[in-house]
């Protein structure tokens, strides 16, 4: 069970690195005018490939269902953001391109909903939307991430909002050495090594995952070592008339005892092997 979860888990964490390309966020100061600008400037100058999107941890509720929580993303544009997310259909290999609210295929699957479900997404900050979800993704990151395009969100809020975040990848540079290129540059607020965070738990998780598998399968051998032994220590008893036997009719104690021990030695390794088999 434990080799069954730990390779579950690390193989979402490596559909979760094919799916989201970015590995850093930047948390941009709302109170500056030009910071989104100031930071895409640096980026550009630096040739880091990055998007510009708003977000903000929500709560929503799907007709009849417990209250979920996840971290909506609003993306404002379309090329540069299908460049740092692969997000697929669930239903199909098309790109993520349709417009609209797009939440992970987990919620389908756990509370069997339809394509279209009706939703209710609400915040801290004021946002109460009750709408219907265009689709579901492929895979499940581990914030739970919410997806839609600026225009529907600004449609469905009566709202004009601009971006508070840029996702990026930084390829070879160093984070804490990025850290220090942007933490003096006008708007900056936070920088967070996204998928460097993940990539820690799941090793973390792999570690441990590793330990009891180990110490598992070790119990697993002991046992089976102490069974074949009470095995082979009850058939021995068994067979002591037999030896007595061999020994009138002329055998050597020496004889006797080989003839015995193969047989139960043969008989204990046909009966582990067939075991194992129906174990398996």
Not at 79 to 108: H, I, Q
Not at 231 to 251: A, V
Request: aromatic share 14%; hydrophobic share 40%; glycine share 4%.
């Amino acid at each position: 069970a434990s080799l069954t979860l730990k390779t579950s888990v690390t193989d979402s964490f490596k559909k979760q690195n094919e799916m989201f390309l970015f590995d850093t966020t930047i948390t941009v100061d709302s109170r500056v005018e030009n910071g989104v600008s100031n930071l895409e400037q640096y980026l550009k100058d630096n040739h880091f490939e990055y998007t510009a999107v708003k977000q903000e941890t929500v709560s929503f509720t799907f007709s009849d269902q417990p209250v979920a929580f996840g971290n909506l993303i609003v993306y404002f544009d379309n090329d540069s953001f299908n460049n740092m997310a692969r997000l697929e259909e669930t239903d199909s290999d098309v790109e993520f391109k349709n417009k609209g609210f797009w939440f992970p295929e987990c919620y389908k699957k756990e509370y069997k909903l339809s394509d279209e479900a009706d939703v209710n997404i609400s915040s801290a900050s004021g946002t109460n939307i009750d709408t219907k979800t265009t689709g579901f993704i492929k895979y499940y990151y581990f914030d739970g991430f919410i997806f839609v395009d600026n225009e529907t969100f600004e449609e469905t809020t009566n709202t004009t909002i601009k971006p508070n975040s840029i996702l990026l990848t930084r390829g070879e540079k160093d984070f804490n050495e990025l850290r220090n290129e942007v933490k003096n540059i006008e708007g900056y607020l936070n920088i967070d090594d996204t998928i460097g965070k993940s990539k820690g738990n799941v090793q973390v998780f792999d570690t441990v995952a590793t330990i009891i598998f180990i110490l598992f399968l070790s119990a697993t051998l002991m046992l089976s070592l102490f069974v074949i032994l009470n095995l082979f220590l009850t058939q021995i008893n068994e067979k002591k008339r037999e030896l007595i036997t061999l020994m009138i009719n002329g055998y050597s104690r020496k004889e006797a005892s080989k003839y015995v021990y193969f047989d139960t030695i043969i008989l204990t390794i046909i009966s582990s092997f067939l075991g194992v088999g129906i174990g398996l």
